[in-house]
């Protein structure tokens, strides 16, 4: 099996209302997905999104690089052998690992599906039945996050991650209004990302 | 220096060696992961196995993924005991729509592990086509 055509794109989706962390706030979320087609007709696909200010480099970075040299680095390889095609893109570049997780997830996901198994099988197999997720939020007065962690434990959510990283004493009203609201039972992380 | 609060590392992990170097420095209780931030499942399985060696525990979670990515980590985070509960790949609840046919619903909090094959998500090429821009070549 060789990969035959790899598509990259760039796909902007707006987002629910703005999302504040200590970098920046931001209402649009700019992707690269990317569809690896091989031998046959398999198909695999891939999808990161860069943070600006968290992530090494941009998404116009990230979209150039797979553009330009890593997904034309890749045709004629056999995506079933993921570590040969790491063996071409790790040192195409230095970093840039994002761009080259996009290429690499589609290869994942195409020797998966060729195999028949979900990528958790792929993997070695799933250790888990169910999956839990934290409820986000994010710099936000006292009032306005209490109100929004509430609503996620309404919903079923048991812990949260509350942004921080906006002015220690506000940041400190912040988690202690979330606790004082939600109780004992509930797990808090707090995120100052690098602010 | 102790804190009573376990102390959680991101930004600074990368690479295996960026792992190891925080392990050596014993710097952190817990070390956050993501298939994209560490260049793929193959990686970031190998780096959630040694930080699992070290005694370190580990989340998982991209906060603003695709439907693509977002799965992609819950099925990562499946794999691993050491993978504490509270997955932060909740980019399905933030976006407004998605490149995916299926937008994964998490409203409640939890689902129920996913079956493929694969990712077992396919692309919906009219939402790329509506949401697509094109960088423009560097001057």
Known sequence: MKIERVEVFGVAV???GEYKNAYKSKSIQKSAVVRITATGGAVGVGNIDPSPGYSKETIEQCLDMLERKLAPSVIGLDPTNVHRVLETIN??????????????MACVDLSAHVSGVPVHAYLGGAEKDELLFNAWIGI???DEAVKETMGWKSRGFRSAKIKVGG?????????????????????????ANAG | ??????????????????LINIIRHDAADI?????????????????????????IRCVVGHGFGLGVNTMAEIMLAAT????????ECVGP?????????????????????????GLGVTLDDAKIAQYRFEVKAAA
């Not at chain 1, 040192?91 to 690499?104: L, N, R």
């Not at chain 1, 506000?170 to 509930?186: L, M, N, S």
């Not at chain 2, 691993?80 to 997955?87: A, C, E, R, T, Y």
């Open chain 2, 1 to 18: 220096m102790r804190v009573g609060v376990p102390v959680m590392a991101d930004e600074s992990v990368l690479d295996h060696a960026s």
């Open chain 2, 80 to 87: 691993s005991k050491n993978v504490i509960d509270g997955l």
């Open chain 2, 31 to 55: 070390v956050k992961v993501k298939v994209m931030k560490q260049g793929g499942f193959l990686n970031t399985r190998r780096m959630i196995a040694t930080v699992e060696a070290a005694g």
């Open chain 1, 91 to 104: 040192p195409a570049v230095e970093g840039f690992y994002d761009a080259k997780a996009a290429i690499e």
């Open chain 1, 140 to 142: 936000l007065p006292p």
């Open chain 1, 14 to 16: 707006p987002l629910i």
């Open chain 2, 93 to 117: 609840l933030k976006t407004s729509d998605d490149i995916v046919t299926h937008k994964l619903d998490i409203s409640s909090g939890r689902i129920a592990l996913p079956g493929g094959p």
């Open chain 1, 167 to 191: 002015g220690i004493e506000a940041d400190r009203d912040r988690v202690k209004a979330v606790r004082a609201a939600v109780g004992p039972d509930f797990n808090i992380r707090i995120d």
